[in-house]
Nanobody, 119 residues
Framework: QVQLVESGGGLVQPGGSLRLSCAAS????????MGWYRQAPGKQRELVAR?????????SYADSVQGRFTISRDNAKNTVYLQMNSLEPEDTAVYYC???????????WGQGTQVTVSS
């Protein structure tokens, strides 16, 4: 069973930065793809960024965050990060970390962390 614990959300002014962290349990973390979704009130969940596992560390981003957000992982710490710069009010949402088990293909989710961008 994989467990994900997120941290780093909060209130920030437009133009500011935040870094989200997601710590995962499990010894095969390095093989698993990981990423971040977000869901704003009244909107569907949106894939924000993802990173592959197995040492490739290939990344991809939603058009809305390209150039402002950076996803990375530290396999020694079983942690994935989302660095968010130049934040906009439209980035306000609950951000969810996920991982995909390498062998089963099963998705696991974190509990979510609130990001609010407001002056």
């Amino acid at each position: 069973q994989v467990q994900l614990v997120e941290s780093g959300g909060g209130l920030v002014q437009p133009g500011g930065s935040l870094r989200l962290s997601c710590a995962a349990s499990g010894s095969l973390f390095r093989l698993n793809a990981m990423g971040w979704y977000r869901q704003a009130p009244g909107k569907q969940r949106e894939l924000v960024a993802r990173i592959t596992g197995g040492g490739g560390d290939s990344t991809s981003y939603a058009d809305s965050v390209q150039g402002r957000f950076t996803i990375s992982r530290d396999n020694a710490k079983n942690t994935v990060y989302l660095q968010m710069n130049s934040l906009e009010p439209e980035d306000t949402a609950v951000y969810y970390c996920y991982t995909v088990d390498y062998y089963s293909g099963r998705f696991y989710w974190g509990q979510g962390t609130q990001v609010t961008v407001s002056s």
